[in-house]
């Protein structure tokens, strides 16, 4: 399996903030990675894929970027609603399909 | 605009099968290309895979949790179901049912989702 290992897996960040999360595969995914956006009671927002590709309606203050085995997501300005865990995912190989175990991103 | 919608008991026994019906609408199971997929999230493991469905009936299991999973679809009715045996606490999660991205690929992202419904194992 591959194995997805996000950093770091709690930020506290303020509004209006930069924030960057990182993600590392055990082993090279080329650029089949996807990020989703979780809140509680809430289904998981697809946010980019392709590493760098933003799904149609997200913010552009979201990217992606990345490439073989690190990846980043950016948030360029946070906005009180993106305060949520943010999750990748590989496309790469299956079974299974994997996440990461999340980052935590709260106001600070 | 497809629509994804989670039905099934909330309290379920350990030991006992957990059952889910996914509902899909705007969009014919049967029709497509694309799977169908059972995920579930829980705060202390985060996202979960649990298997995927092509509507012509075709599985696939995450490895960690094959012996215990089924999933079946029911074209006529444009849903498709998740059953889990054995179930312990540890399987206490919200459970979601997605629809792929991409045409013929199971590696995908999920762009579409119910909004979950948490399964409680207690007795």
């Known amino acids: 399996d591959i194995q997805l290992t996000q950093s770091p897996s709690f930020l506290s960040a303020s509004v209006g903030a930069k924030v960057t999360i990182t993600c590392r595969a055990s082993q090279n995914i080329f650029n089949y990675l996807a990020w989703y956006q979780y809140k509680p009671g809430r289904a998981p927002n697809l946010l980019i894929y392709s590493a760098s590709t933003l799904q149609t309606g997200v913010p552009s203050r979201f990217s992606g970027s990345g490439s073989g085995t690190e990846f980043t997501l950016t948030i360029a300005s946070l906005q009180p609603e993106d305060f949520a865990t943010y999750y990748c995912q590989q496309l790469n190989s299956f079974p299974p399909i994997t996440f990461g175990q999340g980052t935590r991103l709260e106001l600070k | 605009q497809v629509q994804l919608q989670e039905s099934g008991p909330g309290l379920v026994q350990p030991s006992e099968t957990l059952s889910l019906t996914c509902s899909v609408s705007?969009?014919?199971?049967?029709?497509?290309?694309?799977?169908w997929a059972w995920i579930r999230h829980t705060p202390g493991r985060g996202l979960q895979w649990i298997g995927s469905?092509?509507?012509?009936?075709?599985?696939y299991y995450n490895p960690a949790l094959e012996s215990r999973v089924t999933m079946s679809v029911d074209s006529s009715k444009n849903q498709f179901s998740l059953r889990m045996n054995s179930v312990t606490a540890a399987d206490t999660a919200v459970y979601f049912c997605?629809?792929?991205?991409?045409?013929?690929?199971?590696?995908?992202?999920?762009?579409?989702w119910g909004p979950g419904i948490l399964v409680t194992v207690s007795s």
């Open positions: 997605a629809k792929a991205a991409w045409r013929l690929t199971l590696i995908c992202p999920f762009p579409f």
């Open positions: 469905i092509w509507a012509g009936g075709s599985t």
């Open positions: 705007g969009d014919s199971i049967r029709g497509g290309d694309y799977s």
